[in-house]
């Protein structure tokens, strides 16, 4: 199985959507029960090869670096009083052999700058990008499913999945261009657009927060404009990058939520509890008592 051995994750966004708490804590270190949405995409990285996690953070997230790094008196502590449990859970295994490097975004000039920034820790190979405020839940994991379109042709290839008319405008949607999805969903696109009215959305098929590239994308951002908010928009560096390669598509088989936003950090919150007998149990208790 072809591994992605690199992995990029911005995370220095101001998270303003979840003001107040973002004031001193990042979003993405916000917890679905007990583990910050973070961990769940280093997992998922780690699922398909990573090797090598690489943050793009910001000087006022010192708390992403620090959940990292080892907290020797905590370990100590956790081993004379037999938590062994727990002690995994502080040090999970998986974690053991990757190297976790931090590179600081100085301003948020956008998740294209962002990506670029990654442009010499991630060298010559294929890498992927993973937005730790979408959280998935699937087996095979969603960066997987398209790690193993990608190795079919090593065409840079990005998550999506189908949204309803009302929403579509929240989002980067793909023009398929005529182009017909294959037996395993997957599709070559001809553009793409971010945020469309509705009334223009050249589908129903978004981008979901994973993508597999190749270095060719730096290439592209490093042409793209900032917006009139003054962000450099990875959706317009994929609209560059369909003229010099092939870029697909997959709608991935599993769950999704928008943990950037509110609602869908709430559903993720109730659907992972009630993936968990005790958990289940215990909010059908909550809300029949209040029914
Ligand atoms: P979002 O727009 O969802 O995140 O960016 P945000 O800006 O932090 O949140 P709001 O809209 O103010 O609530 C998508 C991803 O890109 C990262 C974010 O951290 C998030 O993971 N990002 C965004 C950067 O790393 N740098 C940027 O300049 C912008």
Do not use: W
């Not at 700058?113 to 990654?118: G, S, T, V």
């Not at 317009?236 to 870029?247: G, Q």
């Not at 943990?259 to 109730?270: H, M």
């Amino acid at each position: 199985m072809m591994k992605i051995k690199k992995a990029v994750l911005p995370v220095a966004g101001f998270g303003t959507r979840f003001l107040p708490a973002t004031k001193a804590i990042p979003k993405e270190m916000l917890t679905i029960i007990d583990k910050p949405l973070i961990e769940y995409a280093v997992e998922e990285a780690i699922s398909a090869g990573a090797e090598e996690i690489i943050f793009i953070t910001s000087y006022t997230k010192p708390a992403i670096k620090n959940y990292f790094s080892r907290v020797p008196e905590l370990e100590k502590q956790l081993k004379s009083t037999g938590k062994i449990e727990l002690l995994e859970k502080i040090q999970p295994k998986i974690f053991e052999n990757v190297k976790f490097t931090y590179i600081n975004q100085k301003e948020q000039k956008g998740l294209g700058h962002a990506i670029l920034l990654a442009e010499e820790a991630v060298g010559s190979d294929a890498f992927s990008v993973l937005l730790p405020d979408d959280l998935f839940i699937s087996t095979p994991s969603c960066l997987e499913q398209i790690r193993d379109s990608y190795s079919q042709n090593l065409q840079p290839t990005i998550a999506v999945n189908r949204i309803d008319k009302n929403n579509i405008h929240k989002y980067g949607v793909v023009d398929l261009g005529g182009n017909q999805l294959n037996k395993t969903n997957t599709a070559v696109i001809s553009n793409i657009i971010e945020k469309p009215h509705a009334s223009v959305a050249p589908s129903d098929i978004a981008v979901a927060g994973r993508y597999i590239f190749n270095p060719t994308i730096f290439e592209c951002i490093k042409k793209v404009e900032a917006d009139n908010s003054g962000e450099i928009q990875i959706t317009d560096a994929i609209k560059l990058l369909t003229k010099i390669e092939n870029v697909q598509v997959k709608i991935f088989d599993g769950e999704k939520y928008d943990c950037g936003s509110k609602d869908g950090y709430l559903e993720a919150t109730i659907a992972v509890a009630m993936k968990d007998p005790y958990y289940s149990n215990k909010i059908k208790k909550i809300i029949t008592g209040k029914l």
